[in-house]
């Protein structure tokens, strides 16, 4: 029995998503847990959220969400959007439905820790951070 709400089991941040038509299956392609930079404010790429989410797939509910990122221990949102998605699935009851949000690319003013929230239905639904650091020292050549 799916649990009620349901549970993230994972909040994955990469560079790119591939679904394969053939399987469904998708390939998270350079995943992160980091950004880095020697100049600030930084513009990051574009990048992905994918959620892992247990007790959604199939139940043809549309379910409303937020995705926000903020510097901690700030009010000063850098990302805030939402919106209704109906994940798609068997209503296998065992099933795990993958979210996938596209990130725009971002400013980040400084340095520090980012909080990243995902809402589901209204209520906080999962949380991570993003670290933003400063490379220093000369970049190293190869020859």
């Known amino acids: 029995m799916p649990p009620e709400p349901p549970i993230c089991i ?9 679904r394969d038509t053939a399987t469904g299956k998708i ?6 847990t980091a950004f880095n930079s020697a100049a600030f404010p930084f513009q990051a790429p574009p990048f ?3 959620a892992l989410v247990f007790g959604v797939a199939g139940k043809g509910k549309p379910i409303h969400f937020k995705v926000s990122i903020k510097k ?9 959007i939402s919106g209704e998605a109906t994940p798609q699935g068997t209503a296998d ?3 795990i439905a993958e979210m996938v949000w596209a990130i725009p ?4 003013p400084e340095v520090g820790v980012y909080d990243i929230v995902i809402t589901i239905n209204r209520e906080e639904f999962r949380s991570r ?5 400063a490379i220093t020292g000369a970049p190293v050549q190869i020859k």
């Open 10 to 18: 994972g909040l994955i941040l990469s560079d790119q998503v591939i």
């Open 27 to 32: 390939s998270l392609i350079n995943c992160f």
């Open 48 to 50: 992905f959220i994918t």
């Open 72 to 80: 901690r221990d700030s009010e000063n949102y850098i990302l805030d």
């Open 93 to 95: 009851p065992d099933e």
């Open 105 to 108: 690319s971002l400013i980040f």
């Open 129 to 133: 951070s993003l670290i933003v650091k």
